[in-house]
Every structure is written in structure tokens, then in C-alpha cells.
């Protein structure tokens, strides 16, 4: 079902990129609870299998519905662009109970079962508890999981912003949004998002926060209701070589299966890249490589999105894999 985005004039003026350490630490609570997200992260799942078994999320997975609403205040749009973790999570920690409830009380109600468990009662009988419990878990998250690699994952989002802050500067709002998913298109001042959940809203000079992030793929999600500001998060550009180690040279096991020109295209595309520049990163005709990556895309091996004249090459979870030789 579609979201909907309604841009006045003064909204072009205030959209902006955001990195949020916080919605990054969410999305990690989510992705842990859905196999459907795993692919390109299965290295990384790998590495914190035991300390993520160590942690209760039990409590932040019950406000995740599959399908539903999830509240707010307890991962609100980011404060700046480039707010750090304590600075957010003191901010959920500041949420004003009564509003913090109704909230809660509207995500619990999307869970079968869950408005009426003994967690939820007590939740709604004392909200300022409640925030207490949701905020300490979210910190236990992110330092156990995603502090160790921050340093990392903010590299990865920020390199995404200065990409499509290009671009927004070479094509405008209107072209940059459906380039950043498929699942966004753009029609004479209104967005429209395909995701899981049905949502309309005249944005009133507010503007847009651009929100790329790690751990939402595949999902795009346009979120927060009012008064908090429009927010889309949308997967990031190059995760398909975040948790691979770059290779001293091509496994011999994928030359034997793909042939060498096929493996070296594959090995190549540590970050997504077009025809003419793996032609010249790796000398080769620009004709031979598209042939090559024709082969590796219908294989699925590669996806292409198209960028302006571009069409960019990048890995799938499969790819990564056989590039990676399995690790």
C-alpha cells in the first residue's frame, strides 16, 4: 500500500541528509528478528551471533510488527545531521510519557496478542518506566553491536550522502527520489513510497529528512507521523561490500566456475560501478565487460540500478558470497 508526500514550495528548501547512529541501532533489532534481511550481512551476523544472543530483545521486538505501526519516540527523526548516540538517546529518554503511551499503545495493537500480555499491561499502566526499559535496551544494542563498527558504517552512509547530494545538485528532488528505489516515484510535487502500510501527509513547509541506512535493505520506509519532521530511510549505496575483506586476488574456485573474465568483472565491483569504469579500473574493452555483466545480472549475481545516462553494477547477496569464496 503507498505512502504519500505532499511537497509544497518551501519544502524543496528543507530537505536534507541525515545520519542517525540511533536508527541504525533499530534497524540492527529488526534485522536480527527478520531471515529476509540477512544476505548481505550474513559475515556480520556471523561475527555477533554470541553477543546478540546475549542480549533481551524481547522487549524492543514486541513494538516491531511485521506489518503496523512502530512508535516513534522511541526512534524519532534524527536531531541534526550528524547528532551522536548519546545525544538521541537522551532525547528518547526525555519523551513525554502520556505521549509515549498512546504511541506505544497504537504499535502494540498491530501484534496479536501483544496489547494484552502481561509486558504491554505494565507498559501502559507506567510509561515513564516503560521509556526507561525501551531506552536501556536500545543502548545495550548499540554498544554490544554497533558501536564496535560505527567508525565503519558511518563511513559507508556518509560516502551515500555525498553521492546523492550530487546528484541532487545535477537533477533536482524530482529525479534524485526514484533513482534512490524503485519503490519511490515522483509525480508534480507528491511522493509516492510503496511499503508495507498506508500513510498520506502534506509536509507544510517542514521539508525532508534523506535517511540512508545499513540495515533497512530491501525496505524503503517514509515514516513519522505528525509533529514529528517527514522522514524517508532508504538503503544505502556499496553495502554489498561493507563486511568483505578486499581480495588479494580472484579465488580460484570462482575463476573455475565463472571463467576468468566473468570473476575478475565479479571480484571488481567492491563498490557499484559502471561499464566504462570497470572497462578502465580493469583494462579491459567496455564491450567484453558488459557482456560479462549481462551473464552475472541474469545469473543474479549483480543488480543495476539506472543513475541519470548511468546504470550502476553492484553485487547481490549471492555475488558477494561467491566473490567472497563462501566466507
Not at 571463467?259 to 570497470?278: M, N
Request: hydrophobic share 45%.
Amino acid at each position: 500500500m503507498p505512502s504519500r508526500l505532499y511537497f509544497g514550495e518551501d519544502d524543496f528548501l528543507r530537505c536534507r541528509f541525515a545520519v542517525s547512529p540511533l536508527w541504525e541501532t533499530q534497524e540492527v533489532v529488526r534485522t536480527l528478528k527478520r531471515p529476509e534481511r540477512h544476505g548481505y550481512h550474513a559475515p556480520w551476523l556471523r561475527r555477533i551471533g554470541a553477543a546478540a544472543a546475549g542480549l533481551d530483545l524481547a522487549p524492543l521486538w514486541l513494538l516491531m510488527p511485521q506489518t503496523g505501526h512502530c512508535p516513534d519516540w522511541l526512534c524519532p527523526p534524527p536531531i541534526g545531521p550528524s547528532a551522536t548516540f548519546e545525544q538521541e538517546i537522551a532525547a528518547v529518554r526525555a519523551a513525554d510519557p502520556a505521549r509515549a503511551r498512546e504511541d506505544t499503545a497504537r504499535s502494540l495493537a498491530d501484534t496479536p496478542g501483544a496489547l494484552e500480555s502481561a509486558r504491554g499491561r505494565a507498559w501502559l499502566r507506567q510509561p515513564t518506566r516503560m521509556i526507561e526499559e525501551l531506552a536501556d535496551a536500545m543502548e545495550a544494542v548499540w554498544h554490544t553491536l554497533v558501536a564496535p563498527d560505527w567508525p565503519r558504517l558511518r563511513a559507508l552512509l556518509e560516502a551515500d550522502i555525498a553521492f546523492h547530494s550530487r546528484r541532487l545538485a545535477e537533477v533536482g528532488l524530482g529525479v534524485l527520489l526514484p533513482e534512490i528505489s524503485r519503490d519511490c516515484a515522483w509525480d508534480a510535487g507528491t511522493l509516492t513510497v510503496s511499503f508495507r502500510g498506508e500513510h498520506e501527509r502534506l509536509l507544510g513547509g517542514q521539508g525532508l529528512v534523506l535517511l540512508p541506512s545499513v540495515f533497512i535493505w530491501p525496505n524503503v520506509v517514509s515514516t513519522f507521523e505528525h509533529p514529528w519532521q517527514p522522514t524517508l530511510a532508504y538503503p544505502a549505496r556499496g553495502i554489498g561490500a561493507l563486511w568483505t575483506e578486499p581480495a588479494d586476488h580472484t579465488p580460484d574456485a570462482l575463476l573455475r566456475l565463472l571463467g576468468r573474465g566473468r570473476a575478475t568483472v565479479l571480484a571488481a565491483l567492491d563498490e557499484p560501478a559502471s561499464t566504462t569504469a570497470l572497462a578502465h579500473r580493469l583494462r579491459l574493452a567496455p564491450s567484453s565487460v558488459s557482456a560479462h555483466l549481462t551473464v552475472l545480472r541474469d545469473a543474479g549475481l549483480l543488480t543495476a540500478r539506472r543513475y541519470g545516462h548511468q546504470v550502476l553494477y553492484e553485487r547481490t547477496p549471492l555475488g558477494i558470497a561467491l566473490a567472497s569464496g563462501g566466507d
